[in-house]
Structures are given as structure tokens and as C-alpha cells.
């Protein structure tokens, strides 16, 4: 995976070492953030899966993310993790938890989990609904004693306070599921619709100082570089940063279009579709057209961002906070 991902820095051969999937649109919460689900996607079809999981052994994708909607309620999701690690595929799934502790056998063969935590048990349940809070550390101790590892993806909205972020970080440090923080974006997931959550850019700034503070204290628990902290206190402005998307990344939707980003996924026409175009058409457009990102938020994509451009501080955080969890 090195050699490929130099080649891909270095040479300009460009290929999907890291795919996120969303395998359904479907979710069992409404949180205020996201319009997935209104498209209509459903759930990723046989054809769709055979393919990726073809493509994906075919130009040896490293890790694959099955995301959503919440991809738990995808009722081949043990078999699509299964088939994955069968084809050489390591698999991590993003959830917001609800159905971990009832699905932990059907998740066996995933690398890691990553579970959404937005704050205390007020702020979260806010966002999320009545029980999510509770139902995130049912789904953190179900995780530790089932042995996958976990980590922790907390947006930062209107809503959030200092009291939140510090309940996030100590949270991640007693379950050892370290946390990566973002902000709340202006649009809801999926969509070009205005976020009436996201929040005020300088109180996202002062938090965000917080969280550089936290990370002092609690450097393990905080998956965030100081770097990456630093990028995101830039937001909403444009903060141009080297870019891995259609170059090492790629995302796909239930119905099996391509998207270079995740971004763009509800804004911008796909790439092509995985059933005509196989897995390498956001990385041939990249070759044509090698425009760069100046709005990059997303906290985990942003530190990959910043390695794939070498940053020194960002490759030393990674190596000293996953402990487990790729």
C-alpha cells in the first residue's frame, strides 16, 4: 500500500486506495444535518455489489468505508464485509450506533467502527433524537467487549459548548475510541440545502482552540492533528489544501455512481457509474483536469489530505493516535 500510495503522490498514477461506499440512503434517525435518504436510493442492489467488490480486488483497493444512511440496516452488510476481507479489502462502517449491540456478528470482519458523538447527552440527543446518547455508549462498550475497535466522529453545530466538547474527548479517552472533529457544514448532507444548525464561524473558531488545548492533555484521545485543527479554524473560508480526492479516493452511492468526493455527492453530476465505467473514472477525470479543493472540512479527510501532501505533523499524529483502528 506504500508503493502504491508514493506512486500515486510522486508519479501521478492515480487510483482508489480508499473508497468510501454508502451501501443505503435509508436511516432509522432524522437528524437535521441530513438529506440522505431523499433521493431515493434505497439500498445498494446485487449488481452493484458484485461489481465493487470486483472492481474493488481488481485495482486492489486498500480499505473500503461502508457508510450511509446507516449502513446497518443493510440486511447484507456480514456478507458484503465478508466478501470484501475475501477479496483482500480491509472494511471499516460509519454508524450512529443504534444497531451495533445487535449486530456485532454481522460486523465481525470490519477493521473498525466509527460512531457519531455531536456532545453530553442534552446536545447529542438534540441532534440525533431521544436515547441516541445513551445508545452511542451502549454501542462503545458493546464494541470494546466484542473486541473491534471504535473511534468517534463529533460535529460541531450551533448547539455545541465547551461542556460538550469536553464530554466528547473524555468519552473517547474511557472507551479508547479516539474522536476527529469537524464542523457542522452550511448545506445538509447530500444536498445544496441551507444548514439552519451550522454554526457561527468565530464560536466554531474558539471551540476548535479548545479542542487544541484538549489535545495537549487527552494527545491520544484526539484523532485530529494540530495542523488539521489549525485548517479547520479556516472555515467557511476558502483554505486550499492538497487534495487525495480522484487521486487516492473516491466515493460511490447505492445506486453505484462515482463521485471523486464525498462533497459533491447531491451537488455535482457523478463521475460515471460503476456498472458502465468500472472504478476508475473519477481517477481518469483527475488526470485531466487536477483542480484543487479550497473547501475541505471533513476532519479525518483532512488529515488525509495533509499526509498525502507529506505534512511531517500529520504523519507523526497518525502514527501515534490510531492504536488499532487504520
Known sequence: MKKDFLESRFMGRFRPLFVSWFITDKCNMHCLKCGRG????????????????????ANKVWRINLTGGEPLLHPALGDIIERLNHAGVRVSVSSNGLLVPEKLDALAGAAGISLSLDGGSETHDAARGPGSFESVLAALAALREYGIPAKITSVISRHTGEN??????KTAAEYGAPVSFQPLLAVQLGTSDPNPDAPDPQVFR????????LKEKFPRAILNSVKGLRHLMRWPDDAPITCGAGRFFCQIDPAGNLFACGSSQGTEAPCGNILQTGLMAPFEQKRKSCTECSQCWCGERVEANLMFGLDPHALINYFRTRHGYD
Do not use: K
Open 206 to 213: 474558539a471551540l476548535i482552540n479548545h479542542v487544541i488545548e
Open 38 to 57: 431523499r433521493g431515493g436510493l434505497g439500498h445498494a442492489e446485487a449488481p452493484v455489489i458484485d461489481r465493487v467488490i470486483e472492481e474493488a480486488a
Open 164 to 169: 460538550d466538547i469536553e464530554d466528547v474527548v
